[in-house]
Structure formats: C-alpha cells, structure tokens
C-alpha cells in the first residue's frame, strides 16, 4: 500500500501526499474523519464503564452470561442493516418522533438524520460494545478480596472505584478505546447511511475514487494516511497501558 502511494506517473516520489495536503477538501475530510472518531469514542468510552460495573458488580456470576448476550446480541446482524435500521428510529418521521407526537400531541423534526451528529450516534453504539467487553474483561478479574478488604477498612464506594476498580480496569479499557477508534475512523457504511454522505469522510472519498477514476495510487495514499493517524493517535494509549502495566507489575 506505501509502494503505491509513492508511485506517480513519472516514477516514485511524493507526489500524491503533496496533492492530499495541499488539497482542502482532502484535508476537512481528515480533520472530518479525526472528530467523528474521537467523539464516537468518547461517547463509547463513557458508556462502557456502566455497562461493565454493573454487570461485573451488581449481576451475579450465574447470570452474566447473559446480560452480555444482551449486550453482544445487537451486533450479530450485518453493520449495515443496524445502519439502515436507525434511519427509522433517528428519521423526522419515525419512531422517536412518533413517540414525542403521541406525548406531546404535536409533531416535531428531530433534524438529527444524515447530519454529522446521526453518525457520532451510530459509531457510539458499536464503539460501546467493543469498549465494555474488554473493559469486562479487566474488570472481572480483579480479586474480589480487594474490594471486600477496602470496604472492611472503611474505604466509601467512591474511593474504592477511585483506587482499586478505576486503575486495574484502565488497561482493558484503554484496549477498547484504541478498537473503537480504528472502526470509527476508517468506517464507510455508517457515514455514508446515517450521515448522508453531505460532508464525506476518507473512507467514503477513497471509495469513490476507486468507483470512479480507479485511482489506485490516490486511494494507497489516502489509506496510508488514515492507518498513520491511527497509529500517532493510538500510540500514546497503547504506551501508558503498557507503563501502567509494568507498574502494576513492580
């Protein structure tokens, strides 16, 4: 993929990454990409903890299981059906405005379709998933006697998720973070059913070049840069997962 975004037509040079960053509306649909993905994470992210607490915490261990199949089962079906899906539910004439019309006796346009915000929404969801099953993960196994020492000790529940849950469950909640990202940044179906297509992305622009001109040294260069931000933006997490690691080690 690097090999062809440095071919041009009169050999090897950087061409194509001069073109990209010197080009507007290549460079919003990176800026465009890089907040779509951050603010879906986010939103992820902070879903993530409530889900896995509650589960790990407040379900007992018999029915686990399923209250993660729960979670998990939504995205057994295909990314773009789920997409489609929510055209009806965030759409000026579907559900949740069907509902608002019943309360309220008065019909109201959500407005929140093929706009960016129906996208971040989209994303969040998925995100969220990836994001409570590893922080689960870390989560679970934390030994419960830590918990039970803390409490016996006077720690407030507070405090007890401040020192003991909050950093042993960091690391596997960092892992989602970084998978969060990288889905989001480089998804196409989403964007492209929820978001309208109005302000595209990378992945719906490199799409289209490969539909259209068939450029395959533009579109290498559009995909080197979208795997480059993944890892300059992923690298600083994955390091202090790694130094909090270690210290956790020693």
Excluded at 13 to 36: C, D, E, H, M, W
Aim: glycine share 8%.
């Amino acid at each position: 993929m690097i090999f062809l975004s440095l071919t041009t037509e009169t050999g090897i040079g950087f061409k194509n990454f001069i073109y990209f960053f010197s080009t507007p509306y290549l460079t919003q649909a990176l800026v465009r990409s890089l907040i779509l993905a951050s603010f879906s994470t986010l939103i992820a992210g902070f879903i993530s903890w409530p889900l896995a607490y509650f589960v790990v915490f407040c379900v007992k261990e018999k029915w686990r299981p399923l209250f993660l199949l729960a979670i998990l089962a939504p995205f057994w079906t295909s990314f773009t059906i789920r997409a489609f899906s929510w055209q009806l539910v965030l759409s000026d004439n579907g559900v949740i405005s069907w509902l608002i019309e019943k309360a309220t006796g008065s019909s109201v346009a959500l407005g929140i379709l093929y706009t960016m915000n129906a996208s971040i929404f989209g994303l969040a969801l998925f995100g969220s998933m990836l994001c409570t099953f590893t922080l689960y993960g870390a989560l679970v196994s934390i030994d419960k006697k830590l918990v039970e020492a803390a409490s016996t000790l006077g720690a407030r529940p507070h405090q007890i998720f401040r020192d003991i849950i909050l950093p042993l469950g960091l690391p596997g909640w960092l892992a989602g973070i970084v998978l969060s990202f990288i889905v989001c940044i480089g998804d196409y179906a989403v964007p492209t059913l929820l978001g309208g297509g109005l302000k595209p992305v990378l992945a719906q622009i490199m799409l289209s070049i490969l539909k259209g001109t068939y450029d395959l040294s533009q579109a290498a260069t559009i995909a080197t840069i979208l795997a480059v931000t993944v890892i300059i933006c992923a690298s600083p997490l994955m390091f202090f997962r790694l130094f909090n690691r270690r210290r956790a080690l020693a």
